[in-house]
């Protein structure tokens, strides 16, 4: 009898085995672009990457930041996760669109309905999950929401996005979560004002990594164990006004809808003008290649979903293309490109006990990441993913 209270203790969630258990703890370094990690100014990654996993992770397309992060957390690649951009549109939701800024869309279950969260499975399985921000974690799936998490808020600053998670890690076993998320912003916006090359981005890489540093200083302290995997969504590239495709060249830009524009271009034509776009942009063009959504090449997975636009022009690497005057500037940085340009390649390292140590993986895509979680949390395998766990499986211990 007293064996069999021992064993329930040790598996019920708040028991022993809870109190052992390492946190697992997805970090996203939004826009921090793979190679930024051999620049020699990170020394805590650079110590992560050492004692445990890394190499360079392809991102998927389009390289922007609400399809890659929902892409990490789900194993699905956007056509299949619903996030197919920063922007986008849905026929079953007529003259609407969901864009970043726009909350009352951003915070609508609806777009984000098409793939389940790891943060819900966690939950479902009976893990505690918390999210120190990412995006779609504000939103309820099936209902249901991670036991902890907080509305974005870009001035809550860092120190304070690393002391809110320690704050979690500091309670009491059954009461802390056994997958947690953390979210930078600040090495992309950065690298949007400046550029990849700037000395500001160097100030930027550096002040994030003394927050990794906090980060694991402290829950040495508190004597939790980490299973660390620290990602970002995309890289960065260098952008000019000099290298600007304006699309009023080719086509009246009363003709159409500019869904998203930057390194790549969604274009949806307005009812009766199809045939009047289509003919203007299916062409041959300088610096920038166009299609209808179902003839995108397969290695982009991506175009089937409703939620694309009908036509899409992708700018060569350091292009932009677009259609009025721009949103931002035309300078600094951007990223949206081709998930082949080697300049999108993210940020990947995973160290903890679960982990291999010392290891390094070839180029692999970032929708493996979801599955790698499930191992590490005990979690089956998603056989509906688009990753799979075999694509990292070397990065385990
Ligand atoms: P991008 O335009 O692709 O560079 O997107 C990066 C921006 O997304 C950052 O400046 C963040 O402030 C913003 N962002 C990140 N997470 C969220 C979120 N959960 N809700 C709203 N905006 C976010
Ligand atoms: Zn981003
Ligand atoms: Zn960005």
Redo the contacts with the bound molecule.
């Keep these: 009898m007293r064996l069999i209270l021992l064993i329930a203790a040790l598996l019920l969630p708040g028991g022993l085995a809870a109190k052992e258990r390492p946190v697992t703890v997805l970090v996203s370094i939004?826009?921090f672009r793979a190679d930024y990690l051999a620049r020699g100014i990170t020394p805590r990654l650079a110590a992560l990457a050492r004692e445990g996993v890394t190499g360079p992770m392809r991102p998927s397309f389009p390289t922007?930041?609400?399809p890659n992060h929902y892409a990490l957390v789900t194993g699905k690649h956007p056509d299949r996760n619903g996030i197919v951009g920063?922007s986008m549109i849905d026929p079953r939701r007529p003259g609407v669109m969901f864009s970043?800024g726009n909350d009352k869309q951003?915070l609508d279950p609806f777009w984000w309905s098409e793939a389940e969260p790891i943060w819900i499975a966690a939950e479902k399985a009976g893990l505690r999950s918390a999210t120190m921000?990412?995006?779609g974690?504000?939103v309820p799936f099936e209902g249901r929401r991670p036991s902890d998490w907080l509305r974005?808020d870009?001035n809550f600053s860092n120190v304070q996005r690393v002391n809110t998670l320690i704050d979690w890690l500091r309670r009491p076993a059954d009461m802390r979560p056994a997958f947690a998320t953390l979210?930078f912003?600040t090495v992309?916006?950065i690298g949007?004002d400046f550029g990849p090359d700037s000395a500001e981005v160097n100030a930027a890489l550096a002040e994030v990594d003394a927050r990794i540093g906090e980060l694991v200083d402290g829950a040495a302290k508190l004597g939790v164990r980490l299973n660390l995997v620290v990602v970002a969504d995309h890289g960065m590239r260098a952008i000019d006004e000099s290298r600007r495709i304006k699309l009023e060249d080719f086509v009246d830009p009363a003709s159409f809808i500019l869904v998203e524009g930057g390194p790549y271009a969604a274009i949806e034509p307005v009812t009766g003008t199809d045939d009047r776009v289509a003919e203007a942009l299916l062409v041959p063009h300088e610096h920038m290649t166009c299609a209808r959504k179902e003839n995108l090449p397969e290695r982009l997975h991506w175009g089937r979903n409703p939620r694309v636009a009908a036509i899409i022009c992708i700018a060569e690497p350091g292009w932009v293309v677009g259609a009025g005057t721009p949103p931002h500037p035309i300078r600094g940085g951007a990223?949206g490109y081709d998930n082949a340009d080697p300049e999108m390649l993210a940020l990947f390292i995973a160290r903890g006990p679960a982990f291999a140590r010392g290891a390094t993986l070839p180029v692999f895509d970032n929708v493996a990441v979801t599955a790698l979680l499930r191992a590490v949390l005990g979690l089956p395998e998603d056989p509906d993913a688009d990753g799979k766990l075999a694509d990292v499986k070397a990065a385990l211990k």
Aim: aromatic share 24%; glycine share 4%; net charge negative.
């Design positions: 939004d826009g922007k930041t609400f920063n970043l951003a921000f990412w995006p974690s504000e974005y870009k979210y912003d992309d916006t949007h990223h």
